[in-house]
């Protein structure tokens, strides 16, 4: 299923949100990294790292950049330096195509919908007494079930199908085999 899910080229508005929680792994407090779509609540990157540094935030919005195949307008995150640093090196052109909106206080309410993902995560965490390895598969379903809760990847996997029944359509009509 997942290989199958990382075929697929999800449909991602322009406002997208980031943050980073601390999970333990082996025993260990490591740094989990998320970046979600605000439009459809797609969790472009989840992946766990040592720290919480520049080169960190930097990988997060790469991989969501690679993920989504586009920029966004808009990135909302906390008030951590290390986005800030990041945000210029991946996202800034003099057009100043995509806004930064960080110092994002809890009052505001402007970055909930990762906080609440992370609420979700934090429960998960719990019932498995931690993660076992940096490679857990933990992060995966967490994806997963965010993604196709939202009905995201059914979406996407009917319009593949559909694709393909086009394809093999026109292969028909036209000879192939």
């Known amino acids: ?83 800030k640093g990041a945000f210029k090196s991946e996202f800034y052109d003099r057009q100043q195509s995509v806004k930064h909106v960080a110092d994002v206080a809890l009052e505001s309410g402007m970055n909930n919908s990762i906080e609440r993902m992370h609420g979700s995560i934090r429960e998960r965490e719990k019932v498995m007494r931690g993660l076992k390895s940096m490679e857990t598969p933990f992060v995966e379903e967490q994806d997963l079930s965010i993604t196709t809760s939202s009905g995201h990847i059914r979406d996407l996997r009917e319009r593949h199908q559909r694709r393909q029944r086009e394809l093999r359509l026109r292969e028909i009509i036209n000879g192939s085999p």
Not at 29 to 49: C, G, H, P, Y
Not at 62 to 74: D, G, M, N, T
Request: charged share 35%; net charge positive; aromatic share 10%.
């Open 1 to 83: 299923m997942e290989a199958y899910i990382k075929t697929l080229e999800p449909e991602v508005g322009s406002v997208w949100h980031g943050d980073e929680m601390k999970v333990k792994v082996k025993g260990e407090w490591k740094w989990l990294w998320n970046m979600m779509d605000e439009k459809t609540r797609f969790q472009l990157v989840s992946m766990i790292a040592e720290t919480r540094e520049t080169q960190d935030a930097k990988r997060t919005f790469r991989k969501s950049k690679e993920v989504a195949h586009k920029k966004p307008k808009l990135v909302v995150t906390d008030g951590l330096q290390s986005y």
